[in-house]
């Protein structure tokens, strides 16, 4: 089985979270899909997105099918510097039990109780209550499920992509 590397990973997780973000806003489904087409490319893609760019550029990524120019210049931004300003304001923007359900294991139910029951709203209130034994005292969660969040939103808050 072939190994993805971490900055496609991480990038198509990106990707993948702006079109359910985008989704729950009702925006165009062809924006949505694009996102999505764009997610798959980048998985797809043999080499690193890092060494592409550094070689590269924004045109050697254009390069991946699926991912046209505009694209492009977002994973440009994420893997410069880490940040994509349409995902921060996407996220600023969405109810909080939405994006909580950008989670594995997170349905809405569940997104619902963090929100109402622990008051969170953002993803980083959220990382602090799997690090503070909070997210896993409320029921139905455990130990073990905290320690996965924890994890997977280390990986989405770190604006370090191609490390």
Do not use: C, K
């Not at 009702?26 to 890092?50: I, M, T």
């Not at 099918?65 to 923007?93: D, T, Y």
């Not at 109810?95 to 109780?113: E, T």
Request: net charge positive; aromatic share 4%; glycine share 10%.
């Amino acid at each position: 089985m072939r190994r993805i590397p971490e900055s496609n990973r991480r990038v198509a997780e990106r990707l993948l979270e702006a079109a359910r973000l985008l989704e729950s806003r009702a925006a165009s489904p062809y924006r949505v899909n694009a996102f999505r087409v764009a997610a798959r490319g980048v998985l797809a893609h043999p080499r690193s997105l890092q060494a592409l760019f550094e070689e590269g550029g924004a045109r050697a990524l254009d390069a991946i099918p699926g991912v046209g120019l505009g694209i492009a210049g977002a994973i440009a931004q994420m893997l410069a510097n880490g940040r994509w300003p349409l995902l921060e304001e996407l996220r600023r923007a969405a109810d909080p039990a939405s994006v909580f359900q950008s989670l594995p294991g997170i349905g809405p139910a569940l997104a619902r109780r963090i929100r109402d029951d622990l008051r969170i709203a953002t993803l980083e209130q959220l990382h602090a209550a799997a690090h503070d034994g909070r997210l896993e005292a409320l029921p139905g969660v455990g130990l073990r499920r905290a320690w996965a969040w924890r994890a997977v939103l280390g990986d989405m808050l770190d604006p370090r992509i191609g490390r």
